[in-house]
């Protein structure tokens, strides 16, 4: 699945002396704060981490209220969805003007149906609402589902997307992976494929990024040393 990235970041953890006699908890506290929110640094919302620490003699800060500086090395999984990437996620709701997706367990999507590719018509089967081709029988999409949607927008505030399936590569997963050649898929993109998709069921797999410092109130700012080297 398009999106995901895993990040290798240079950090700063500023604790407070207090936290010292538990100074990993401490470090998991503060990253486990940034986990599933947007962060603009980042260009991503933090799914997963794991760090080392850099510097074993911690640096404390002068001040009113004096903080220590801990150097890390972290790895973090974000996903970082851009307009025309693909995304794979379960569908929890249908309607006749709508399907509704979570994606990695978190992220909410909606797709309209002026975004619904004509070849699909909303029908109710047993008294389930399904979204059927009228092409392909057995290519349905309900609630349980797992589809493929091209992303239109995201809000990064809810973390909300705006999806479209009309690109015929999206669709249900189940039906797509079967009938990959009839899209002009190779063999080799096919697996490809399939491997990402297995990102879904395993989202600690890691992802290529900055370097970061983090303060108590858990503000995250690019290093000096990068920031000169983007404006170079």
């Known amino acids: 699945m398009e999106g995901l990235k895993v990040s290798d970041a240079n950090m700063v953890v500023y604790l407070h002396p207090s936290k010292t006699n538990k100074i990993n908890d401490a470090i998991l506290r503060e990253l486990s704060s940034l986990l599933f929110k947007f962060h603009d640094n980042f260009d991503g919302v933090m799914l997963a981490y794991e760090f080392n620490i850099l510097d074993k003699n911690a640096r404390i800060l002068n001040g009113i209220h004096p903080y220590i500086a801990v150097k890390l090395k972290a790895k973090l999984l974000l996903f970082s969805p851009k307009p025309n990437m693909l995304l794979e996620g379960k569908v929890v709701k249908v309607t006749q003007g709508s399907i509704h997706v979570i994606v990695l367990g978190f992220s909410s999507a909606v797709i309209t149906d002026e975004d619904i590719r004509d070849e699909f018509v909303y029908k ?47 669709g249900s997963i189940h039906w797509l992976a079967n009938h990959s050649e009839d899209l002009g898929v190779n063999d080799s993109e096919k697996k490809r494929k399939i491997k990402e998709e297995s990102v879904l069921l395993d989202p600690g797999s890691t992802v290529s990024g900055e370097a970061l410092s983090i303060n108590n109130e858990h503000r995250i700012k690019k290093s000096k040393g990068k920031r000169r080297k983007s404006e170079s």
Do not use: A, Q
């Open 124 to 170: 109710t089967k047993n008294e389930e609402e399904v979204f059927s081709s009228k092409f392909h029988k057995r290519h349905v999409i309900k609630v349980g589902s797992v589809i493929r949607f091209l992303v239109k927008s995201l809000d990064e505030e809810v973390l909300h997307i705006s999806g479209s399936l009309v690109p015929e590569n999206t």
